[in-house]
């Protein structure tokens, strides 16, 4: 089956930890992307690739880092000088050039006590 | 990328049609406009997008002004599974930052 895989479901760490956040897809999308959703609101971009070995901020990328070392793979690491980790985080994908659509993942909700 | 304006909630009736609008008054010539939904506790999914033309799938329609300045989608025969938010979003042709913002919660009602 062709899509994104985010794992896991839900994570649970303690304040001070960094945790990293996974994402895959294996439909040889060139972008790919970050969003945090906080309960009730939107969607707020954190970071997004466009290319492997290259990557920009969003909106909202203090407190967290990214790497994309493989076209498949973009993880997320939430640090600890992010001061509200807690968050439904939710990965996508899209062909760079052109009018094509994101495909999002499942998402992972990570609770930080 | 141009911003959008949509109402925070509306209902429907099941059975009958839902009328979504979004404002987009300030987009340019190369940005399309873009609906997704997003139903509780899951990733957004894709519904459908359009430049100029109205446009039509399996799920939906999308009208969209002679202006482009606002656009609406439409769910025809809306059912309790269609119950979600629905996101209005403008992106040009070649960017690569899509930015969402607080939906249309949509309630249909039995």
């Known amino acids: 089956d062709g899509g994104i895989t985010q794992s896991p479901k839900y994570l649970f760490r303690k304040e001070g930890q960094n945790v990293t956040l996974s994402c895959e897809q294996n439909?040889?999308?060139?972008?790919m992307y970050w969003y945090r959703q906080d309960p009730g609101q939107g969607l707020r971009l954190i970071y997004y690739s466009q290319i492997v070995n290259d990557f920009q901020k969003g909106d909202i990328a203090e407190g967290y880092s990214v790497s994309r070392e493989k076209k498949e793979s973009f993880p997320l690491t939430v640090t600890s000088a992010q001061k509200n980790p807690t968050a439904f985080y939710l990965c996508?994908?899209?062909?760079?050039?052109?009018?094509?659509?994101?495909?999002f993942g499942p998402g992972t909700r990570l609770t930080v006590t | 990328d141009a911003k959008t304006t949509q109402p925070t909630s509306m209902d429907c009736a099941e059975g009958r049609a839902a009328n979504l609008p979004c404002n987009h008054s300030?987009?340019?010539?190369?940005?399309?406009v873009y609906w997704y939904r997003q139903i509780h506790s899951q990733g957004p999914q894709y519904i459908i997008h359009g430049l100029k033309n109205n446009e039509t799938n399996e799920m939906a329609s999308l009208i969209i002004t002679e202006d482009r300045k606002s656009s609406t989608l439409i769910l025809p025969h809306a059912t309790l599974r269609d119950t979600a938010v629905y996101y209005c979003?403008?992106?040009?042709?070649?960017?690569?930052?899509?930015?969402f913002g607080a939906g249309t919660r949509l309630t249909v009602k039995p």
């Open positions: 996508a994908s899209r062909w760079a050039q052109g009018a094509y659509e994101q495909y």
């Open positions: 300030t987009i340019s010539g190369n940005e399309y």
């Open positions: 439909l040889n999308h060139d972008a």
């Open positions: 979003i403008v992106r040009g042709y070649n960017n690569n930052d899509m930015r």
